[in-house]
């Protein structure tokens, strides 16, 4: 099996004349565990968003799943195929409830409401989150909120996850619940993260990202 | 703040929630086009009869009808002094008319009943729920959206609101009547609209992630109109029969 993701040379910057990716390379293989460092501003969250095509690079290419993409519609396979968590819970849970705000992945890759509601079901009983169905998220504490955002990326069934900050502001009880489960997870990851404690329990490789590239 | 869930409701909890909209949309109507002064109060007892069945907190319900009163009376007292008619009384030497206190009566009474109505049909609603039934009504769905995500929403832009005025007081800012106090409030609400839109871009893309391509999907199972609501819309029916009845005649 390829590599998850191959990034060759890939470039982007905000504004003409001051890159934050400077012909980077990158290559994420099945069941890898990568540790992405870096100081604040140098671009890893820009990362994520070109891997997942919200950004458009200035130069080079993205390989993500064994095909070269291009455009919004080739992004759109990898999006359903590599998840995003993202750094602030407050802007993956804009729906009423948990259990819509979950399943609202799955019903946009075509599933029906009987099955996206087992979904739910499993997935929250997965991150021990059971019977959370008709919380309202915006009631929910930051640390539930972290882990409802984490089921509703693993709704979507991703190959990879990309997860930006997952235990930043969390305490430490919902952090260690949440680097066991992270720990457990089959998928190949990249997390960003400055803690060092979580990284030593999860990561397989390390790579630090400064000044547009990454260095081991 | 909006609450998320208001349980509650009383015997009409049970209705279907497009019953209940559709009926505090017609009583509006209704209650809008009458004049006659007994038929209005006939529309304020209607109202009083619905939120004592929606079992209304009295107080907070008082207090939110005397906001709108409150609201109004600059322009209710204004009105016997500006209708022409058969005078009633004088004051300072200006005449007020009949004609007018009659007037500002009928649109006291109206206001009322229609406020005090919807506050018992649809204020003890689930405000989700509410969403969800205009958008089965055939509500435009941007308009659902616009108001699903408020309800959502507000509670965060709340928070970031606080925590920037706090940041401020921590600096020892305090209001007081000069350029700087001004510049500083200007300076608050842009970076609140700032914030707003970016995070409203991280939420769009936190979406497309998710697949999102512009239609929301709907998870739950729609309610049903039931024998309760064939009930409740008959009464409703019968009630403004009444209304437009004795306004006729």
Known sequence: MGPLFRLEGLSFSYNPGCPVLDELCFRLDPGEKVALAGPNGAGKTTLFHLMVGLLTPTGGTIEAFGAIRRGEKDF???????????????DQLFCPTVAEDVAFGPLNLGKRPAEARAIVAETLAMLGLTGFETRITHTLSGGQKRLVALATVLAMRPDVLLLDEPTNA????????????????PQAMVVISHDTAFLDRIATRRVRLDRGRLAP | M?????????LLATLDPRSRTIAAALFALVVVGQDSLPTLGMAVTLALLTAVLARLDPIATLRRLLALDGFMVLALASLPFTVPGETAFALFGIEASQAGLRLSLAILLKANAVVLMMLALLGSMDPVAFGQALRRLGVPEKLVQIYLFTLRYLDVLHHEFRRLRTAMRAR???????????RSLGYLVGMLMVRSVERSERIVAAMRCRGFDGSFPVLDEPSRFRRPDGVFAGLALVGMSLLVMVEVS
């Open chain 1, 170 to 185: 969390l305490d430490e009880a919902t952090e260690s619940l949440l680097t066991d489960i992270l720990a457990g997870l």
């Open chain 2, 172 to 182: 020892a800012f305090t209001l007081r009547s000069d350029r700087h106090t001004w």
């Open chain 1, 76 to 90: 759109k396979e990898v999006r359903a195929r590599a998840g995003i968590l993202f750094q602030d819970s407050d």
């Open chain 2, 2 to 10: 909006i609450p998320g869930r208001s349980p509650g409701g009383g």
